[in-house]
C-alpha cells in the first residue's frame, strides 16, 4: 500500500479524489473529483442538500466519506491540519457558552499551544490583533452572546486569522449578516488572498459569485463544474446545478428570490463605508 503520507499533487491547496459520503444509505456526495489551486478566492455553491457543508467537514476529517481521499497541500488533513482554519455556520454554535470575544479567538492558539500550556502574553496579543483586523478589538472582553449576529462572525473569522493558516476554509460566513458586515467580511478574505493564502467559502448568493470571488465550484451531489469563475458561471451550468428555475439566467439577470448584489468591496463609492481595521 502507498505511504498515506506521500505528496499527491503537492501545489494545488486542495485536491479531493473519487470522494463520497452517505447517510443512512442516502448519498449525499457522489465520486467527487476537485482541485482548487492556491492563491485563490472559491465560492462553493449549490442548491439546499447539495452537500457543500458535507464537503468541507469531509476535507476537514469532521465526516467520515465511504470511498475517496483528500489531500491538502499535496498531504492527509492530519499532517496539513496546522495550515488550516476553519469558519463553521454560525448557526451550529454556542452562543449562550459564558467566555469573551478575545478568549473564543485565543482558543483557534490551542493547537500550536496544545490544550495543557495556557495562553501567555505573546498569544493574547495575537488575539488582540486578529480582533483588530476584523474591526472587533473595542468588543474584546464583551460576553459573546452579547455581541449582534455580524459581531459574533467577525470574532469566529478573527479565531481563524490568529492560527496564520494558509489554506481557509468558512461555511456561509454570509449568512443572516447585514450588507455592511457582508462587505468587511469578503474584503478580510480578499486580503488573505492576496496575501498568498487560499479561501475557500460556502456561499449561498449568486448574485455576489461574479463580485466576490475568482475560482468556482458548482456541486448538486456531484461535481457540475469548476474553474475559474469567468469560465464556470454560465446559463448552463447554472441550469444544471439547480435546475429550471434560473434557466434563463445569464450574466446581468436577477435571480429569482434574491437580494439585489452589492458592489465589490473595492468599490470606491462604498470605501467610506467600510470598517477599517
Known amino acids: 500500500m502507498a505511504d498515506d503520507a506521500a505528496l499527491h499533487e503537492p501545489d494545488l491547496a486542495l485536491h479531493v479524489e473519487d470522494l463520497t459520503v452517505s447517510y443512512h444509505g442516502a448519498p449525499v456526495l457522489w465520486d467527487i473529483d476537485l482541485d482548487i489551486p492556491q492563491g485563490v478566492m472559491a465560492a462553493i455553491v449549490g442548491p439546499n442538500g447539495a452537500g457543500k457543508s458535507t464537503l468541507i467537514k469531509s476535507v476537514l ?3 467520515r466519506p465511504i470511498a475517496g481521499h483528500v489531500r491538502l497541500f499535496g498531504l492527509p488533513y492530519r499532517n496539513a491540519r496546522r495550515r488550516v482554519g476553519y469558519v463553521p455556520q454560525r448557526s451550529s454554535v454556542d452562543w ?22 495556557r495562553p501567555g502574553r ?8 486578529a480582533l483588530g483586523e476584523v474591526g472587533m478589538q473595542d468588543y474584546a472582553d464583551r460576553q459573546i452572546s452579547q455581541l449582534s449576529g455580524g459581531q459574533q462572525q467577525r470574532v469566529f473569522i478573527a479565531r481563524a486569522l490568529v492560527q496564520d493558516a494558509d489554506l481557509y476554509f468558512l461555511d456561509e460566513p454570509m449568512a443572516g449578516v447585514d450588507a455592511t458586515t457582508e462587505r468587511a467580511i469578503v474584503a478580510i478574505l480578499r486580503r488573505l488572498r492576496d496575501r498568498g493564502r487560499t479561501v475557500v467559502v460556502v456561499h449561498h448568493d449568486l448574485q455576489t459569485v461574479r463580485s466576490y470571488f475568482d ?5 448538486n451531489v456531484r461535481i457540475v463544474a469548476q474553474g475559474p469563475v469567468a469560465e464556470t458561471y454560465t446559463a448552463a451550468n447554472l441550469r444544471q446545478t439547480y435546475g429550471g428555475q434560473i434557466a434563463l439566467l445569464e450574466p446581468g439577470d436577477p435571480v429569482p428570490g434574491a437580494r439585489p448584489a452589492e458592489p465589490a468591496p473595492t468599490d470606491p463609492r462604498h470605501l467610506e463605508t467600510m470598517p477599517r481595521p
Open 96 to 117: 449562550d457558552f459564558p467566555t469573551t470575544a478575545l478568549d473564543v479567538v485565543t482558543m483557534g492558539l490551542y493547537g500550536r499551544l496544545g490544550w495543557f500550556r
Open 122 to 129: 505573546r498569544e493574547r496579543e495575537a488575539a488582540m490583533a
Open 61 to 63: 476529517g469532521l465526516v
Open 215 to 219: 475560482w468556482l465550484v458548482l456541486l
